[in-house]
């Protein structure tokens, strides 16, 4: 009973909160990984892309609520999010057309790219705090929990409750059909293929006749529905606001970077990893070790290796220790 105890303790501050986590890093950094892979420079402004995206569904939830329109038990800015991401893949395809294919055209060097999105990431940012605020911003309506403490302590006579946020169901049920949908697109479609070959080997590509421009838009389309996407369901499980999508940048490249960047399976799987680790060495794990350890072994301190504060240098580290060890990452990079 103590061992089971302690399991559900671990299950509802760490191992379900570090899921939900770690599925919206691995969408961010999915979104890092394809313009890596196909447009072949790090995109910094991607944090601010997820900001905007967020910022643009907030306001259409708002105005939806407004009218009465709603999804009952469920936030209703998951009926915004496809209008978010249309109008984020627009501003995406607008800013390559007025950045990023100059650039391109000058076949400049991807360090030249690199300094061009630290430019759009400042503008994106400027853009997001003036029309959205800057401000916490709660946009989660609907049904709070799927389950709570006290149904759980009810059906299963623990003294210890699992809570199960709706929005940390919704954030995994959506992750895993988004990705379901994005290695089929790119397995199983002619564009996908197209996007691969282009990837793969640029020149080869084009001689074969793939048509550079589509692969560019298509490109900029789907990491406009990734940062949306990721960036509401961590709006919807935390709350918006602009700073703090600026502050993922680094867990989401180091989560590309530890799955080897290029690789959308290694941004799916360095996700998880940053997001297990970050919870991990930040929680106090010593009411965990009460349940498990002997009484006389109990510890007395609060075994919390670092303070939540430093949570986002659990992930600098460990990208440290991956590119000094193995810097092409847990999978290849470079690789749709």
Known sequence: MEFLNGLVFLTNFVIIPAAAYGAQLALGALGITLVYAILRFSNFAHGDTMALGTGITIKLTAVLVAFGITLGPLPTALLALPIGIAATGVILLVTDWLVYKFYREQKAKPVILVIVSLGVMFVMN????????????????????????RQFRDMTGLDEGLAIRTTQAITLVTAVIVMIALFWFLNKTRTGKSMRAFSDNEDLALLSGIDPDRVVRVTWLLV???ATTAGVLYGLDKSFKAFTYFQLLLPMFAAAIVGGI????????????IAFAEVTVTYPLKKVLTYWLPESMAPEGLVQLLSGDY????????????L?????????????
Do not use: H, M, Y
């Open 224 to 226: 406009g529905a990734l």
């Open 311 to 322: 949570k986002f240098a659990v992930s600098f580290i460990i990208l440290i220790i991956v």
């Open 262 to 273: 290029g690789n959308p399976k290694g941004a799916i799987v360095g996700g998880f990893l």
């Open 126 to 149: 400027g853009l997001t705090r003036v029309f959205f605020g800057v401000r916490d911003i709660q946009f989660a309506d609907g049904e709070r929990f799927l389950i709570t403490v």
């Open 324 to 336: 000094l060890f193995r810097p092409t990452g847990l999978f290849k990079g470079q690789s749709i």
